[in-house]
């Protein structure tokens, strides 16, 4: 089977919310979702890439945070807050998402200033026309100096695209070499509402406790993830020097 095929069956009412859970407090950078970036806060770049995806048919962020939501407001965009003992940003949207008509919802990473419109569009799609996916994610091809950095989250997949394991660790073993794809884990999420809502409501698995890897909790309790190929992922910001990375690439963009 096509490896960026799934389950076709009867599609659901409802369009695709892309929702961007935005936090304050950040161990390495603290307040990056506000840090400005060519002149605009960094949660303002997301928000308004977001906004060029005609898949989308809500942009929302989501925070605890009166700093958060008052700058959101301020450029013109839509807001709601969450409570603050949300462990996650998948519990800050589940929570939100109890109360949406949408058929699916994406998590944005509203640290990645430079995310491509056509990838989130792309996730969009096959959740509208492959229902039967419960969650869809991303990969592309890895390094093969990349297997050993625990920073750097490998996936293997089955022979129909769905995933078998994440790991922090060098997967799969390069025993025979090229014998299979080396491939990086790209953190966007597509969940289908209903599987959204059912994978919060599982307490925090063995597995996901041990890599520090919140989509083995999906894997443990027998949530299928299609994992769609792509080329490359957008630079997240996480320190200083990725703040003045990404801000030269804008400014090469703009």
């Given at each position: 089977?096509?490896?960026?095929?799934?389950?076709?069956?009867?599609?659901?009412?409802?369009g695709v919310v892309g929702a961007i859970p935005a936090r304050?407090?950040?161990?390495?950078?603290?307040?990056?979702?506000?840090?400005?970036?060519a002149g605009r806060p960094m949660i303002q770049h997301v928000?308004?890439?977001?906004?060029?995806?005609?898949?989308?048919?809500?942009?929302?962020?989501?925070?605890?945070?009166?700093?958060?939501?008052?700058?959101?407001?301020?450029?013109?965009?839509?807001?709601?807050?969450?409570?603050?003992?949300?462990?996650?940003?998948?519990?800050?949207?589940?929570?939100?998402?109890?109360?949406?008509?949408?058929?699916?919802?994406?998590?944005?990473?509203?640290?990645?200033?430079?995310?491509?419109?056509?990838?989130?569009?792309?996730?969009?799609?096959?959740?509208?026309?492959?229902?039967?996916?419960?969650?869809?994610?991303?990969?592309?091809?890895?390094?093969?100096?990349?297997?050993?950095?625990?920073?750097?989250?490998?996936?293997?997949?089955?022979?129909?695209?769905?995933?078998?394991?994440?790991?922090?660790?060098?997967?799969?073993?390069?025993?025979?070499?090229?014998?299979?794809?080396?491939?990086?884990?790209?953190?966007?999420?597509?969940?289908?509402?209903?599987?959204?809502?059912?994978?919060?409501?599982?307490?925090?698995?063995?597995?996901?406790?041990?890599?520090?890897?919140?989509?083995?909790?999906?894997?443990?309790?027998?949530?299928?993830?299609?994992?769609?190929?792509?080329?490359?992922?957008?630079?997240?910001?996480?320190?200083?020097?990725?703040?003045?990375?990404?801000?030269?690439?804008?400014?090469?963009?703009?």
């Open positions: 089977p096509d490896p960026d095929l799934g389950d076709r069956s009867a599609p659901l009412k409802g304050y407090a950040s161990t390495r950078l603290p307040g990056k979702a506000l840090l400005e970036i928000y308004e890439r977001c906004l060029r995806v005609p898949e989308l048919s809500r942009v929302v962020v989501l925070t605890d945070d009166d700093r958060i939501e008052q700058a959101v407001r301020a450029f013109g965009g839509e807001c709601q807050r969450t409570p603050e003992d949300c462990a996650s940003g998948t519990d800050r949207i589940a929570w939100a998402a109890r109360d949406w008509t949408a058929q699916a919802v994406i998590n944005i990473q509203g640290d990645e200033p430079l995310i491509d419109p056509a990838v989130v569009g792309r996730v969009a799609r096959h959740l509208l026309e492959f229902p039967g996916d419960e969650i869809v994610t991303l990969a592309s091809s890895a390094e093969p100096e990349e297997l050993g950095n625990p920073n750097v989250v490998k996936v293997v997949l089955d022979r129909t695209g769905r995933a078998l394991y994440f790991s922090r660790a060098g997967i799969p073993f390069p025993r025979s070499p090229g014998a299979a794809p080396l491939l990086r884990h790209v953190g966007l999420y597509g969940y289908q509402r209903h599987s959204l809502l059912r994978l919060a409501a599982f307490d925090p698995s063995p597995l996901e406790r041990s890599e520090s890897l919140e989509q083995l909790r999906a894997l443990e309790n027998g949530m299928a993830l299609r994992v769609l190929l792509t080329e490359g992922s957008s630079p997240g910001v996480d320190t200083a020097e990725d703040l003045l990375r990404v801000e030269e690439l804008l400014r090469q963009l703009e």
